[in-house]
C-alpha cells in the first residue's frame, strides 16, 4: 500500500464529521530528540495528503515534562497531541487526563513489542502510542578497550566496568572513560542512577512506600557513580543528558556511554560494540523501560484528527516511510516499538545493534517485587515519582559537581522524599 493510500486509509473516518468539518491543524508537543525531530520532515507527506499542518513545539525533555503535565492536568488545551512515557501513561489514563486509544485492524496492534503495550496501558487499555522504544545498555569503542587489553561483557560487575573506564580514560587526548547521564531530573540524571541504585540492591521505597534513599544500599551505589564519573567523565558532567553525551561520543571524546538504547541509532563513529547493563550483584533493574509515546490530552477540539495522527505516527506505514526517505534509511527507523522492525533484512543489515537493544528491552524487569513495591525501573508508577525524584535529582547533581557530600545529599533527599510522601498521606 502507498504512503498516501496508507494515510487515507487511517484518516478517512475521523476526519469527516457530519457537517464535514475537520481540523485543519495540529499543535505537537514533542522531545528533541532525533527520531522526533526526524518526524517532522516525514511527516510533511501527511501534511501534502491530508491538508493537515503540523505545528511542532520541539521541547528539551525536562521542559517538556514540566509544560505538558502542567497544561494537561490543568485542561489547558495547548496542544492536540503529547508526548509522554510509561510513566505518565497509565495514571494520566486512569486520572481522565488522556484519551484512550483505539486503531483499526490494518495498526497491527499484536504487532507492539509486550514491554511498551503493557508499559503505556491501564487495565489493558492503550493509552499512548510508543513512538520509539528502549532499555539500557553500554555502548563502548572497542577499539579502545582491545588497544588498552580490557574487556567489557555482558552484565558485566560495575567493578570490572571501572577499571575499564580508567584503562581508557585518557583526557590528554581528549578521550574519558565514561560519559554518564549528570543532568537534574527525574527522567535525566535519575534515570541512570535508578538503575545503578538498583543494581546494588536498592529501591525508592520500602513497602509502606516510605522512602529508602538512606540505605545502606544508596550510599554505595551513589558513591559509586560520583567516584567514577567524578575521575573518569568529562567535565562539567553535572550539566550533561542525553544530547550532550550523544554530541561529546560522536566527537570522539568517549570511550562508554551507558544510556538508552535508542542512542545507538545516532553514533557516528566507529568501532563501536555494545554489551548489557553492569551490576552490582543484583541484574534486576539494572537496565530501564521507556518509551517516547504519542498521548491526546482529554477534550481537545482536534480529538480525532490528532488519534488519525497518531494511527499514522506509530503505525508500520510510517516505519517504512522512514526507510524510504531520502534524508534517512533504513539506519535512520525508530526502533523498540514493533517486532515486524526488527524482521527487516534491510535493518538487520545496517542496525548492528539490534539484538543487543531486544535483548535489553526483553529482560528490562519493571514488575513489582519483593524488594520495590511499585510498578517501574528506572522509575517509580506513583503520582508523586516526578516531584520526589526531580527533589532527589539536584541533590545528586550537587553530589556529583562537590557542592555538597554524598551523606549531605542523601540525608538532604530522604528528608525531601519522606515530606512528600507524608503531604501525600502514604503514611
Not at 520509539?132 to 588498552?148: C, F, N, P, W
Not at 516511510?321 to 535512520?332: L, T
Not at 562537590?402 to 542523601?410: I, N, R
Amino acid at each position: 500500500m502507498s504512503l498516501k493510500n496508507t494515510i487515507r486509509a487511517a484518516t478517512a473516518l475521523s476526519l469527516i464529521s457530519a457537517g464535514g468539518a475537520y481540523a485543519e491543524s495540529l499543535t505537537i508537543a514533542i522531545v528533541n530528540n532525533g527520531h522526533m525531530i526526524n518526524m517532522q520532515k516525514v511527516a510533511e507527506a501527511y501534511t501534502a495528503d491530508t491538508g493537515i499542518e503540523l505545528e511542532w513545539v520541539s521541547l528539551e525533555e525536562g521542559v517538556l515534562r514540566e509544560q505538558v503535565t502542567s497544561d494537561t492536568a490543568t485542561g489547558g488545551g495547548q496542544y492536540d497531541i503529547i508526548n509522554i512515557g510509561m510513566q505518565e501513561a497509565p495514571i494520566w489514563g486512569a486520572a481522565g487526563w488522556i484519551e484512550p486509544l483505539e486503531f483499526g485492524a490494518d495498526y497491527d496492534i499484536d504487532d507492539m513489542l509486550p514491554a511498551m503495550r503493557n508499559g503505556l496501558s491501564h487495565e489493558g487499555t492503550l493509552y499512548a502510542a510508543p513512538f520509539y522504544g528502549e532499555s539500557s545498555m553500554v555502548m563502548y569503542r572497542k577499539d579502545l578497550t582491545d588497544a588498552a587489553g580490557v574487556s567489557i561483557a555482558d552484565n558485566d560487575s560495575w567493578d570490572n566496568v571501572k577499571a575499564a573506564a580508567a584503562a581508557i580514560h585518557n583526557p590528554d587526548a581528549g578521550v574519558y572513560g565514561a560519559c554518564l547521564r549528570g543532568k537534574p531530573g527525574w527522567g535525566d540524571n535519575m534515570a541512570f542512577i535508578t538503575t545503578v541504585v538498583n543494581s546494588f540492591g536498592g529501591a525508592w521505597f520500602d513497602a509502606d512506600y516510605k522512602p529508602t534513599i538512606n540505605s545502606d544500599e544508596w550510599k554505595a551505589a551513589i558513591n559509586f557513580y560520583v567516584d567514577l564519573l567524578g575521575n573518569y567523565g568529562p567535565p562539567g558532567s553535572e550539566g550533561n543528558s542525553f544530547n550532550e553525551i550523544l554530541a561529546l561520543y560522536n566527537e570522539g571524546k568517549c570511550g562508554m556511554w551507558i544510556d538508552a538504547t535508542i542512542a545507538a541509532s545516532f553514533l557516528e563513529v566507529d568501532g563501536v560494540a555494545y554489551a548489557q547493563s553492569p551490576n552490582a550483584g543484583n541484574p534486576v533493574g539494572a537496565n530501564w523501560l521507556w518509551a517516547w509515546a504519542m498521548a491526546v490530552p482529554a477534550g481537545s477540539p482536534n480529538s480525532e484528527a490528532a488519534h488519525a495522527f497518531i494511527e499514522w505516527a506509530t503505525s508500520k506505514a510510517y516505519i517504512k516511510a522512514v526507510a524510504d526517505h531520502p534524508d534517512f534509511g533504513w539506519g535512520s527507523v525508530p526502533t523498540g516499538t514493533r517486532a515486524s522492525t526488527y524482521a527487516y533484512p534491510e535493518f538487520q543489515a545496517v542496525a548492528g545493534f539490534a539484538a543487543a537493544e531486544m535483548a535489553a528491552i526483553e529482560s528490562a524487569a519493571p514488575a513489582a517485587t519483593d524488594l520495590k513495591p511499585y510498578v517501574g525501573v528506572q522509575f517509580a508508577a506513583i503520582p508523586e515519582f516526578p516531584e520526589v525524584g526531580s527533589a532527589v535529582a539536584q541533590e545528586m547533581a550537587a553530589a556529583l559537581s562537590g557542592a555538597k557530600s554524598v551523606d549531605d545529599a542523601l540525608a538532604a533527599s530522604q528528608a525531601a522524599a519522606d515530606a512528600i510522601m507524608r503531604e501525600a498521606g502514604y503514611y
